[in-house]
Structures are given as structure tokens and as C-alpha cells.
């Protein structure tokens, strides 16, 4: 993955609103998720995005994002900065509501760099305005929140060759994946 402005993708957005270093991890991330989404074929981002066989998941009661390794994933978390996943999450208390247990789970920080990026792109990108304006609206990552189906069909907006869309997805998926499988009593402080 390339976020360079060799490519024909401009990453003005993410080289405003990020250190180097921080950048080093949101590829890091990228790469993560697009190796889990791949399960290891050799092809790129997008090949392997419309290679996912979404509707049939989507009718057997499952999601792809599922397949993710979370203890992977939290490996994922500790080989990058507490800098950079705080710029992008927070946790939060969530309540069962017929337990009345409440657990950590993973929620977009508000006020962290993610959300300004966001914000930057939102400005040339219908889909990324809406998508921030779900999240802030909603203070989760939600699984309506980004549709495959829309994501498939609208590539001028979802282009999955472009760094930035890639980025939006990883994070995007990985919150999902975190929020369905983290089983973490909420720790009071």
C-alpha cells in the first residue's frame, strides 16, 4: 500500500491531519485488514473486496469482517502507537440490556485526528460526509453505517484503489469486528 502522491490518489487529507509516524500506522492498519480480507491471495485491495462473496455470507446470517482474527488483531493494536489508535478510538461502556453487565467496547474518538480526516475528505466525498455524519450522529461504528452493496456499486465514491477509501474501510471493519467479539468487563475507574 502506497499512501505516496506518486500515485494518482491525493493523500493531502491524511499528510494534514497526521504525523509521519501515525501514518506509518494507519498503513500498518490498512495492510492488516486488507492480509485478513485477502486470506492470503496474492491480489490487491479492491480484487480482493469484490472476490468477498458478500450476498452469500450476507444470506447464510454471516458478514465477512467476521473472519477477522481478533487475537490478531489486538496484536494489530499493540505494534502501533497508543497515539494513533487514541486518534482514531475510545472505549466506551456498553450495557447488556437484559444482563445489566456493562463491557468495554471499541467507539470512535470524537475529538481525534480520524474524525478531522473524515471531516477533510467529507468535503469532496458524499459517502465519507455521510458516513461521519453517522458516526457523530450515532457515537459507534455501525454495520449500516457502510453497505457492501453500496460500496460495490458507487466506485466513483468508493474507488478501492484510492488509499484513503481503504483506510476508511479497515478502520470501518475492524471496529466492527472489535465490537462483536471484545468480552471485556467494563472496569470502573
Keep these: 500500500m502506497n499512501f505516496s502522491c506518486k500515485t494518482q490518489y491525493s493523500t493531502v487529507e491524511l499528510h494534514n491531519t497526521f504525523s509521519s509516524a501515525q501514518i506509518e500506522d494507519l498503513k500498518e492498519i490498512t495492510a492488516f485488514f486488507k492480509n485478513q480480507m485477502c486470506l492470503h491471495m496474492d491480489a490487491d485491495f479492491k480484487t480482493c473486496y469484490e ?3 458478500h450476498e452469500y455470507l450476507e444470506a ?3 458478514v465477512f469482517w467476521k473472519e477477522i482474527d481478533f487475537k490478531k488483531q489486538k496484536e494489530l493494536y499493540k505494534s502501533i502507537s497508543s497515539e494513533t489508535f487514541n486518534e482514531i478510538w475510545s ?13 468495554k467496547s471499541v467507539c470512535p474518538n470524537h475529538k481525534g485526528k480520524y474524525q478531522e480526516y473524515l471531516a477533510e475528505l467529507a ?5 465519507v460526509a455521510n ?3 453517522r458516526i457523530q450522529s450515532s457515537g459507534d461504528f455501525n454495520g449500516f453505517d457502510i453497505q457492501y452493496r453500496e ?3 458507487d466506485q466513483k465514491e468508493f474507488d ?3 488509499p484513503n477509501i481503504q483506510l476508511i474501510l ?17 472496569q470502573k475507574k
Aim: aromatic letters at 10%.
Design 91 to 103: 472505549f466506551c461502556k456498553d450495557t447488556d440490556l437484559e444482563t445489566k453487565s456493562e463491557f
Design 123 to 127: 468535503s469532496e466525498n458524499e459517502k
Design 170 to 186: 479497515a478502520i470501518h471493519y475492524l471496529s466492527l469486528n472489535d465490537n462483536e467479539k471484545r468480552n471485556e468487563k467494563w
Design 60 to 62: 447464510t446470517g454471516n
Design 131 to 133: 458516513y461521519l455524519e
Design 160 to 162: 478501492l484503489n484510492d
Design 151 to 153: 460500496v460495490l456499486s
Design 51 to 53: 472476490r468477498i462473496p
